[in-house]
């Protein structure tokens, strides 16, 4: 049955919000004790010392980074799809920008923890911000390290006021409607929301500013992160197309993080009206140009160095395409290449399901390609006297199993306390579509009205 | 007076036999690993002898590399360190401020000679090494990185003697433990900013390279090694 009323829609979509099932406690209990597995390993790591990994002599960077470089990349999505949908005024963004806005705040806090969890001596990362310190010394802002912090930090910053503007509208409608400490609670993050005209246009205003500053800012971030590679003369690092490479990767992940989380959000809390197979086929379609990038990235960059076959180049080139990396390499490419192609470039497969199943495949790949840029380059630096191999233990394995437990908690809980889909932009887009005088083509429409073809919607 | 440290190794001299390796522990305060950790691959060896056979059986010959900090002049790991723990300091060489160091690990990435090492834990020695510590020399502690310093201890202490003493340092008049340790005479430190020192004159030897020139690091570290 089609939304038709706002007080079905309020039904809906806070439904979440006020009941509970046995089965979220148990899915919180489980994911809660890998998280908690997760924070004892890093304790157990701060108080051994980083030896506890299976880092070593000359693979100085191993899961961690790894973590960090994925994580990044799948909170590019979120803000960077929902400004861009914005800014283009397609309607039927309504549903999705909430969800995928809550992804780029929780992987990029959890992507920015792994700097720090793989400092050799984490009580200590505040060194690398600037601050006024008795040493009177400056971070060195030659590093690109520094440069991530900074990204980070204003990246996390913005995607979180991104995030915030949009729900104060909803935190309001809760607070009138909520009892208790949950009102108070509501009452202080709708910042005194009322409702007036002048609240509304500035609203307006400071959406419309932040989603065109947050583009730039989410495409920087990914950069930097490339250039932590980029910048130093190791062995297929050094390339100048890392940076639109990496960027193109972390929209290609992060889309299918966001499908595999519409589609979670649909099935358990029933919002099947809501996040249609329309979505899906769009974001699908979005899924397999990014997937087409990405392949054309890593043809040009590895043509040209088997083509250019500089010998430590090629000592890298060789060990992930015919040496120890070769089982993983091409399953990577089977991931991210293969299977999106197959299903999602045929329309008939591009539904809820294939879309997830290609989603799936997306995620282990990209965390793979990930993984196949750092360690090789690092096994096999120049002197091959120095050559070796990394194997990660299972303090490394357990805090990465934590880093997705920790994101599936996080937009769990997060679900149970702030609206999952944007309440007042669809009783807009709702009234907009009841008031306009001209037909909306069907391309910008809000989906539940394109599978009802021609019947005039009906607003309260 | 500005100064540039530099070496030079003889590679035709050097026989392999790893005198410099056990000097630069016994002078550096070098952690042994041990057996399990060396096999992960943790061993720390500030200088290290490599081995490369050129040619095939039974026509084969073997080199020795000995590979250390190379002091380079546009040295990798100084811009990536985030926080200043390693810097280039006014004599040319490239310093390493521990207490600075907060475990990125990113120099030891950049370094295109795997010469940066890790304490993946706090350090220890089987005895009776604990008993023959050298004391101008600090402890590193887990989790941060050290090198190569040119024995900068023995460095200073030189420079301040002669300063008391009211005159200039003298060429050859103090060395690393790996250069006094060589039985073979291979390697020879000295500023290579002044052209009257033994290892400026050497460095101009058409037997002169550097390792991984390409890389364009600018090493301070000269190899001699005949072209056969």
Not at chain 1, 209 to 215: F, Q
Not at chain 1, 395 to 414: C, H, Q, R
Not at chain 2, 175 to 183: F, K
Request: with cysteine.
């Amino acid at each position: 049955m089609p939304v038709r009323s706002v007080e079905q829609l309020n039904e809906d979509i806070l439904r979440p919000l006020v009941r509970t099932s046995w089965r979220y406690y148990l899915a919180v209990g489980i994911l809660g004790s890998i998280v908690l597995a997760a924070v004892a390993a890093f304790l157990y790591q701060v108080y051994s010392g980083v030896g506890v990994s299976g880092l070593n002599e000359p693979v100085f960077w191993g899961f961690y980074i790894t973590n960090f470089v994925f994580w990044i990349g799948i909170s590019h999505a979120g803000t960077l799809i929902s400004a861009i949908l914005r800014l283009t005024h397609a309607e039927w963004r309504r549903p999705v920008t909430r969800c995928a806005e809550a992804i780029t705040v929780f992987a990029l806090m959890i992507g920015a923890a792994f700097p720090i969890i793989h400092l050799g001596r984490p009580y200590l990362f505040f060194w690398l911000l600037p601050y006024p310190s008795e040493r009177g010394i400056w971070p060195n802002f030659h590093s690109p390290l520094i440069w991530d912090a900074f990204a980070i930090t204003t990246y996390l910053t913005g995607s979180t006021i991104f995030l915030y503007l949009p729900t104060i509208p909803d935190f309001a409608l809760l607070r009138d409607k909520a009892h208790g400490w949950r009102r108070r609670l509501y009452r202080s993050l709708s910042l005194g929301w009322t409702g007036t005209p002048r609240q509304w246009h500035r609203l307006e205003m400071a959406m419309r500013i932040m989603a065109v500053v947050i583009l730039p800012v989410a495409v920087s971030v990914h950069t930097i992160v490339s250039w932590d590679f980029a910048m130093p003369p190791v062995p297929m690092w050094h390339s100048t197309a890392f940076g639109p490479y990496f960027v193109a990767g972390a929209i290609f992940s992060g889309i299918a993080a966001l499908i595999i989380a519409m589609a979670f959000l649909r099935k358990a809390f029933h919002l099947e009206e809501y996040l249609t197979p329309f979505h899906f086929d769009k974001l699908g379609k979005l899924l397999l140009l990014m997937s087409l990038i990405w392949g054309y990235f890593i043809v040009a960059e590895r043509l040209t160095i088997w083509y250019g076959n500089d010998s430590p180049e090629m000592a890298v080139y060789w060990s992930s395409s015919q040496g120890r990396f070769t089982h993983l390499f091409w399953f990577m490419v089977f991931c991210n290449l293969l299977v999106p192609f197959s299903i999602l470039s045929i329309k008939h497969f591009r539904t809820i399901t294939g879309t997830v199943i290609a989603s799936t495949t997306v995620v282990i790949g990209m965390w793979i390609e990930r993984f196949l840029i750092i360690v090789p380059s690092l096994e096999r630096k120049y002197l091959p006297y120095t050559w070796g191999s990394y194997r990660p233990s299972w303090v490394e394995i357990t805090i990465t199993a934590g880093t997705f437990a920790a994101m599936a908690l996080l937009y769990m809980l997060f679900s149970k306390f702030v609206p999952i889909i944007s309440i007042w932009e669809m009783k807009l887009g709702m009234r907009q579509e009841a008031q306009s005088p001209l037909p909306i083509p069907v391309e910008t429409r809000l989906p539940q009205v394109v599978a009802e073809t021609n019947i005039p919607a009906s607003v309260s | 007076m500005k100064r540039q440290w530099g070496m030079v190794i003889d590679l035709d001299r050097c026989t392999g036999c790893e005198a410099c390796v056990a000097a630069c522990h016994a002078e550096n305060n070098i952690a042994t690993v041990g057996d399990d950790q060396a096999a992960k691959g943790r061993s720390m060896h500030w200088i290290r002898v490599e081995r490369y056979w050129e040619g095939e059986f039974p026509d084969v010959r073997l080199r020795y590399q000995p590979v250390f900090c190379q002091q380079c002049a546009d040295a990798p790991c100084e811009s990536v360190c985030p926080v200043y723990a390693t810097y280039h300091n006014p004599e040319g060489l490239n310093a390493q401020v521990y207490n600075r160091c907060v475990g990125t690990r990113y120099c030891g990435n950049a370094c295109p000679y795997n010469v940066r090492f890790f304490n993946f834990f706090n350090p220890v020695w089987d005895k009776p090494l604990n008993l023959q510590f050298n004391p101008d020399v600090s402890v590193r502690s887990v989790g941060i990185m050290e090198k190569c310093t040119f024995c900068i201890q023995r460095i200073k202490t030189a420079e301040i003697k002669a300063l008391a003493e009211k005159r200039e340092l003298k060429d050859g008049e103090f060395n690393p433990a790996c250069v006094q340790s060589c039985p073979a005479n291979a390697m020879v430190f000295g500023d290579l900013d002044d052209p009257q020192s033994e290892v400026a004159r050497l460095a101009q030897s058409n037997r002169a390279t550097k390792l991984l020139e390409a890389v364009g690091t600018e090493p301070n570290v000269i190899c001699l090694r005949s072209v056969s």
